[in-house]
Antibody, heavy 121, light 110 residues
Framework: QLQLQESGPGLVKPSQTLSLTCTVS??????????WTWIRQPAGKGLEWIGR???????NYNPSLKSRVTISVETSKNQFSLNLRSVTAADTAVYYC?????????????WGQGTTVTVSS | QSALTQPASVSGSPGQSITISCTGT?????????VSWYQQHPGKAPKLMIY???NRPSGVSNRFSGSKSGNTASLTISGLQAEDEADYYC??????????FGGGTKLTVL
């Protein structure tokens, strides 16, 4: 059974780069049938789509974050990563990674448990 | 891209049916049949309940159903149960190949 697990620092200083990794187990990240996505949720607020990466080579980002975000994949480690630059307190949130099986249907069917990131000095 | 519009809260008694609306534009909800719905209990990751407007993943109760008319999608939960109390989010693929979520709806089972 496919599982996703987020990891990374729980505390990031303002203006620095937030870096998170999502490790995929129970399946291969290399399949072109999936998009690998990041979503975040500030405490008490709604979900926000950050962006997605396809091992076919394409990426798409939320226009509001596009200038600060990079999502990449390391297939040898079965992981994909999120880098968010120049963070502020507004980037404090629970960050989720998820699988989007676009070749079958349009919905995120497997989610990580989420990791909390706080931006503070 | 603007968030899809959902009511902040809905409520119903056990056994009743409720409907949650999700309004977007012709660039997202109305443009293609790629609306999904997620259930989120406190402190938990979201769970996919409906994909491609009307379809349920394996294991999701048939009490959950989805529909769409124009730029508005809807999630209906019939035979409300206590465990249905949660936050619900809609999401749509957009004409820009991005995803957008609704603001979320808190369902209270009275």
């Amino acid at each position: 059974q496919l599982q996703l697990q987020e990891s990374g620092p729980g505390l990031v200083k303002p203006s620095q780069t937030l870096s998170l990794t999502c490790t995929v187990s129970g399946g291969s990240i290399s399949s072109a049938s999936y998009h690998w996505t990041w979503i975040r949720q500030p405490a008490g607020k709604g979900l926000e789509w950050i962006g997605r990466f396809s091992t076919g080579g394409s990426t798409n980002y939320n226009p509001s974050l596009k200038s600060r975000v990079t999502i990449s994949v390391e297939t040898s480690k079965n992981q994909f990563s999120l880098n968010l630059r120049s963070v502020t307190a507004a980037d404090t949130a629970v960050y989720y990674c998820a699988r989007f099986p676009w070749a079958a249907y349009y919905g995120m069917d497997v989610w990580g448990q989420g990791t909390t990131v706080t931006v503070s000095s | 891209q603007s968030a899809l519009t959902q009511p902040a809260s809905v409520s119903g008694s056990p056994g009743q049916s409720i409907t949650i609306s999700c309004t977007g534009t012709s660039s997202d909800v109305g443009g293609q049949n790629y609306v999904s719905w997620y259930q989120q209990h406190p402190g938990k990751a979201p769970k996919l309940m409906i994909y491609d407007v009307i379809n349920r993943p394996s294991g999701v109760s048939n009490r959950f159903s989805g529909s769409k008319s124009g730029n508005t999608a809807s999630l209906t939960i019939s035979g409300l149960q206590a465990e249905d109390e949660a936050d619900y989010y809609c999401s749509s693929y957009t004409s820009s190949s991005t995803l957008v979520f609704g603001g979320g709806t808190k369902l209270t089972v009275l």
